[in-house]
């Protein structure tokens, strides 16, 4: 599976952001879905998550702010960010996995900042 990560940028604090992951090579019908963030120095964390059987989890410092879906007609996974907070400026990573293996995005910079 090749995933190609969009949708960073720089945003105000309080302002949103939608990162998309679009799939190729297979569909991601059958695999679970994340996105990941990592600060420079720090290990990568768990954002949010969708398991194959549509199970959802999310950091608790995004809960009620981030959204994780993913759009099977188009073979993509999202992630809508609202109430953007500075701490939230991180490299964001897409990644699918099932049971035997996972693929990674290239990874998409979130700049939180007035």
């Known amino acids: 599976v090749q995933l190609q990560a969009s949708g960073g940028g720089l945003v105000e604090p309080g302002g949103s952001l939608r990162l998309s992951c679009a799939a190729s090579?297979?569909?991601?019908?059958?695999?679970?879905i994340g996105w990941y963030r990592q600060v420079p120095g720090n290990n990568r964390d768990m954002v949010a998550i969708?398991?194959?059987?549509?199970?959802?989890m999310y950091a608790d410092s995004v809960k009620g702010r981030f959204t994780i879906s993913r759009d099977s007609a188009k073979n993509t996974m999202n992630l809508q960010m609202n109430n953007l907070k500075p701490e939230d400026t991180a490299v964001y990573y897409c990644?699918?996995?099932?049971?035997?293996?996972?693929?990674w995005g290239q990874g998409t910079l979130v700049t939180v900042s007035s």
């Open positions: 969708n398991t194959s059987d549509n199970k959802t």
């Open positions: 090579g297979r569909s991601l019908e059958n695999y679970g």
């Open positions: 990644q699918v996995a099932n049971a035997f293996t996972h693929f």
